[in-house]
């Protein structure tokens, strides 16, 4: 089964390791040094939950739902661009970066629920778990799938706690106004080039299925 967990590790690790908005959040919180640990916490148990999901049947859910997909992706596409949008106007304001103090008055609840828009309104999440990992861990035998989703598991918990703490730890560097209006940038352009490529999608899939 040591195979099996380590096919469930690497896909993990391929599935979570590009850039998007949930690792972008988890690498901001990290360099404010604001609920960090936590916010890694929860991205961890969402991905519990949804590679458990996709793995044990939500996959041949949402494949045979063409209006769920439908929903998944175009949302997912507004959501993607608004996103995109504030990190370009971050990058190109006049104002500079909050500081520490500034951040923290935005409350643990407010970070809390901008994790989880970031997190289950962002359709690359389903795509990976549902579609990606859950075919391919569908397939396996019932004690293999176990193996499967906890090398899956694996490799989001060691991803999301290390971003945050690497994060937090280059701090002082990645805090500075340049630095930042870097990320805001890299951040923007990548959410808007995910969101036209789930859009070409989802035009072709229309198209093809009208």
Request: net charge positive.
């Amino acid at each position: 089964m040591l195979s099996v967990y380590l096919q469930g590790f690497a896909l993990g690790a391929a599935m979570i390791i590009p850039l998007g908005p949930q690792n972008a959040f988890v690498m901001n919180q990290g360099i404010r040094r604001q609920y960090h640990l936590m916010i890694a916490a929860l991205c961890t148990f969402s991905d519990v939950v949804l590679i458990c999901a996709g793995v044990f049947g939500g996959s041949a859910l949402l494949s045979q739902s063409a209006l769920a997909m439908m929903a998944v992706t175009w949302g997912g596409v507004a959501f993607l661009l608004c996103y995109g949008w504030g990190a370009m106007r971050s990058a190109f304001s006049q104002r500079p970066p909050q500081t520490q103090s500034e951040t923290l008055r935005k409350g643990r609840w407010r970070i809390v629920a901008t994790m989880l828009a970031v997190t289950w309104l962002n359709p690359h999440v389903y795509l990976d778990t549902f579609v990606i990992q859950g075919s391919l861990g569908g397939q396996l035998s019932e004690a293999a799938r176990y193996w499967f989703v906890f090398g899956s598991i694996s490799a989001s918990l060691l991803w999301f706690f290390s971003l945050a703490l690497l994060a937090a730890w280059l701090a002082p560097w990645l805090s500075r106004p340049g630095c930042q209006r870097i990320i805001n940038l890299l951040v923007g352009l990548v959410m808007w080039a995910i969101a036209l490529q789930l859009a070409h999608y989802g035009w072709h899939d229309m198209v093809g299925g009208s």
